[in-house]
């Protein structure tokens, strides 16, 4: 394969540009600050959770079932926006995306889990229309990753064949269910690394690390 074969970076969003959505460690600190059994609140969460990232059913459905199954001494809206204030920027990745984009040559895809309220406050509270050209997010296209069907309809999307593709995950299991359908795919592990192979892949460098 040529490096200029390459024309479609698939990229994951939480754990690379921003923090988990709503991840195990929000779900501590929600705990403590309202009051709620961890393990109670974990084991719901865990049951449910997946419905609703592949867009079955509402945030509010899943607060129904998670949080408001019992009566409680704090708003609906309160735990809402504590929710949707978990996910920050991470350090240096998305600013510098967002510049690189503008003329690495390659179009910019996001392949992300995340359920519908989520994904709608992220991409806009943090302008990523600027990073991306299009998003698959499992809440519009009722997969989710680890599930390869998710990556096969990216790729049907972008009108591009695995080895047109290099995706970015930093859950090692999905970046190795992208390898398994031919995907160049790489583990983020930090802002450098990452940085290193696109650099790399804009100078037509297959000399990853």
Not at 16 to 27: A, F, V
Not at 37 to 55: K, M, Q, S, T
Request: hydrophobic share 40%; with cysteine.
């Amino acid at each position: 394969m040529k490096n200029t074969d390459i024309r479609i970076l698939f990229f994951d969003i939480g754990g690379i540009l921003l923090s988990n959505g709503w991840g195990h460690e929000s779900r501590k600190l929600a705990a403590e600050k309202f009051g709620l059994d961890y393990n109670e609140v974990n084991a719901l969460h865990n049951f449910i959770f997946n419905v609703y990232e592949i867009g079955k059913i509402s945030l509010d459905d899943y607060l129904d079932t998670v949080i408001f199954n019992q009566p409680r001494e704090f708003l609906r809206e309160d735990f809402k926006q504590f929710i949707y204030a978990q996910s920050v920027e991470l350090p240096e990745m998305l600013e510098w995306l967002k510049h690189w984009k503008k003329d690495c040559g390659f179009r910019i895809i996001s392949v992300n889990n995340e359920g519908k309220e989520l994904n709608d406050y992220r991409v806009e509270k943090f302008k990523l229309h600027q990073c991306f050209d299009a998003f698959i997010s499992s809440c519009e296209v009722k997969m989710r990753k680890p599930d390869p069907g998710i990556f096969q309809l990216a790729m049907g999307i972008a009108q591009a064949v695995p080895e047109q593709c290099v995706y970015f995950d930093d859950r090692i299991m999905f970046v190795q269910v992208a390898q398994k359908l031919g995907i160049r795919s790489f583990q983020h592990t930090s802002f450098a690394s990452t940085k290193k192979i696109l650099e790399g892949l804009k100078k037509n460098n297959l000399q990853f690390l």
